[in-house]
Nanobody, 124 residues
Framework: QVQLVESGGGLVQAGGSLRLSCAASGRTFSGYAMGWFRQAPGKEREFVAAISWSGSSTRYVESVKGRFTISRDNAKNMVYLQMNSLKPEDTAVYYC?????????????????WGQGTLVTVSS
């Protein structure tokens, strides 16, 4: 089992940027697709972005396309989420996830590992 620890959350003004990081430990990092989910107050957890284990394929929810970029560094066992042009509606707890399956087949209730989450607050 891989363990995940997120960092980089905080308070930022609308239009600003943040970079979230996710450190993976435990089982070998390669072979796992990685991604980010988020949960806003009073809302269900939703998919944000994912990247294949090779890094060659990425997926994004429509609302963040063009603003967020997911990347990974397999040598460092790290995944990143660069968030630009942040909006108040991006306010949420962001969770790093790992799964051996293709992101296109992910089920939110059946992913291999979740981090503890990091809070992102975007003020207007």
């Amino acid at each position: 089992q891989v363990q995940l620890v997120e960092s980089g959350g905080g308070l930022v003004q609308a239009g600003g940027s943040l970079r979230l990081s996710c450190a993976a430990s435990g089982r070998t990092f390669s072979g796992y697709a990685m991604g980010w989910f988020r949960q806003a107050p009073g809302k269900e957890r939703e998919f944000v972005a994912a990247i294949s284990w090779s890094g060659s394929s990425t997926r994004y929810v429509e609302s963040v396309k063009g603003r967020f970029t997911i990347s990974r560094d397999n040598a460092k066992n790290m995944v990143y989420l660069q968030m630009n042009s942040l909006k108040p509606e991006d306010t949420a707890v962001y969770y790093c996830v790992a799964d051996r399956g293709s992101p296109g087949s992910w089920s939110i209730n059946n992913l291999d590992a979740w981090g503890q989450g990091t809070l992102v607050t975007v003020s207007s």
